[in-house]
């Protein structure tokens, strides 16, 4: 199995990428190949006494500067670090691509590169977050798109499903649709006529969600356009992120509030880490003929790590096969 | 000044509901109209010790089931307490008219019977929230209506800066376009355009804004269409409290983490205490002829007292006469 990792995308490139792709060469054996500039990566390996021997190179000359958007980047740096890994993937010279980079270049290039998989109008860009009951939940789309129609929302449903049963090893994952109330004629148009494709799907489908709700657990797979998939999702992270903040600086004000720290260290520490999306190894995109995952832009080595090995399940799994089957099988009883 | 209160809508009614209205009545010596079953009303308060003398009371013998939609809720249930005390205030019988009641219904009934000001296209639905730094800042549209179109988003931005210069004196405030990505060409048509309208609209409009920056205060007013407004704004109160309350949690856990809670006890209960949205008086339906306020349905005494106190501003500042002046002049621009 060989793994591709973009080690020029995301806040913390080349080093941690570097460094999370050096733990997961060591703990799973496969073959890992870095894109990016080769004199560069080998400097900073050198620099931080970092073993890359194991690795193979694509050198890589392109650098994407922060302000192109998702078309331009793949149109004219079409020899970025991210352009070549998602290239050798789609060449099947590797079987899977991981990016820390810019999200919106990565699913526009995973689907003109690599691909949609027969029948797949969209594919979905689906993130993970963690609930307060130290699972996780997907919101798919995370704004791959930013509109929908009912038979694509319908599509990212089924999508997410073999997922985070597949992958994340969920029994029956519950489809929730993200809806301004739980009954079934809420919302548009779009809303109605999802909530009604997707209780005729071979799915595990709740009915509509609140986004209240989805912070305790409430469903498995969260279904909305991708608009509105991504303003919650940087929400959800704003929001624990503040909270979590505010809270420790509680603890920070002053000697008897940092006394009473050191009685719940240990239990803070640990919460914290179990809202740590790192360990769910990033966002797939979903739809596309090959894994490609979108790591955080933040990802540390331990997120890269994580990153990588949940793609071994992915690539093991055979999710792309899985949902051609499901999709011909939906399209078979539509037609039947 | 009169102001009309919902005796019988959300959660805690009639008892908290009265209980608000009777703690305003004693300190801004304001006249108050209960409506609901005079019955029960009489009932509550005599059982509870409440002295309700001071009260008007408009009886209305129906009660909405909690299964209707907006629009048959005020078709036909044209006597129930949330109706009647909208027809007051659309009649001049009152300045404003608070409930807990069904949101929907009560955008409905606002537009319908309140009827919108000149030139508004559409109310929009004004909820507050609290950020990290215990400001607030208003969501428009948190869910009047589920689309939008540009014109309708740079209304929603003029009406909140409106309110929340003269009702609650923030100096210029900073109006936000929600969206996917801070530059200007970013997400759909609907946001590139409704950017270009705010931009020339005479207000402090500080361009796009993603949804994880504004829990750390990072706008005044975020502007959106009301189905991305209702579920940010749900997920934003979810999250805090299930983030809030595992915090909580961990202090629980046992004998040594509940001598921790000690040292923190007091800065815990006023962190809390400034994540509570009651003190900021409900959510205004704004853009429509009268002061009509939508009260968190969970409101307690305490949330009833702060949106009568809130709305004796609101009825001060004149908000509606601003409202029309500000449109005129925003069509005279647009003729000119």
Redesign the interface.
Same mark, same amino acid.
């Given at each position: 199995m060989k793994i591709v990792v973009d080690a020029f995308g995301g806040d913390n490139a080349p080093l941690e990428i570097i460094k999370g792709a050096i733990l997961a060469q060591q703990k799973f054996n496969i073959d890992i190949c870095l894109t990016g500039s080769e004199s560069i990566i080998k400097k900073v390996a050198k620099e931080n006494n970092l073993d890359i021997s194991n690795f193979s190179i694509v050198d890589t000359p392109d650098v994407i500067p922060v $302000?192109q958007?998702p078309n331009d980047i793949m149109k004219e740096y079409s020899n970025s670090s991210m352009a070549l890994g998602l290239k050798m993937v789609a060449n099947d010279e590797a079987d899977g691509f991981i990016s820390a980079g810019n999200s919106g270049a990565l699913c526009v290039g995973g689907t003109l590169m690599v691909k949609r998989l027969k029948g797949v109008k969209r594919p979905g860009f689906a993130p993970l977050l963690p609930?307060?009951n130290g699972k996780m939940f997907m919101i798919i789309d995370g704004?791959a798109n930013? $509109?929908a129609r009912p038979e694509i929302l319908r599509q990212f449903g089924v999508l997410g499903s073999l997922y985070m049963e597949n992958v994340m090893k969920i029994s029956s994952p519950r489809v929730a649709l993200?809806n301004?109330g739980t009954?079934s004629?809420k919302?548009?148009d779009l809303q109605r006529e999802a909530y009604a494709l997707l209780k005729d799907s071979p799915i595990n489908f709740i009915g509509n969600v609140?986004?209240?709700?989805?912070?305790?657990g409430a469903c498995d797979v969260y279904v909305?356009d991708?608009?509105?998939g991504?303003?919650?999702l940087?929400?959800?992270?704003?929001?624990?992120?503040?909270?979590?903040?505010?809270?420790v600086n509680?603890?920070k004000?002053n000697i008897?509030?940092k006394?009473?720290?050191?009685?719940?260290y240990k239990?803070?520490i640990k919460?914290k880490e179990s809202?740590n999306a790192d360990i769910y190894g990033g966002a797939p995109i979903l739809g596309i003929k090959k894994p490609v995952f979108k790591a955080h832009g933040s990802s540390n080595a331990n997120a890269i790590f994580h990153a990588i090995r949940i793609m071994i399940d992915y690539i093991n799994a055979n999710v792309p096969q899985k949902i051609e089957e499901s999709f011909n099988k939906i399209k078979e009883q539509q037609n039947g």
């Open positions: $302000d958007t609930t307060m704004g930013l $509109d993200a301004v009954e004629h919302g548009g609140e986004s209240r709700e989805i912070s305790e909305c991708g608009f509105t991504n303003l919650i940087k929400n959800y992270e704003g929001v624990a992120k503040s909270v979590s903040k505010a809270v509680i603890f004000k008897i509030t006394i009473g720290a050191l009685f719940v239990d803070l919460f809202m």
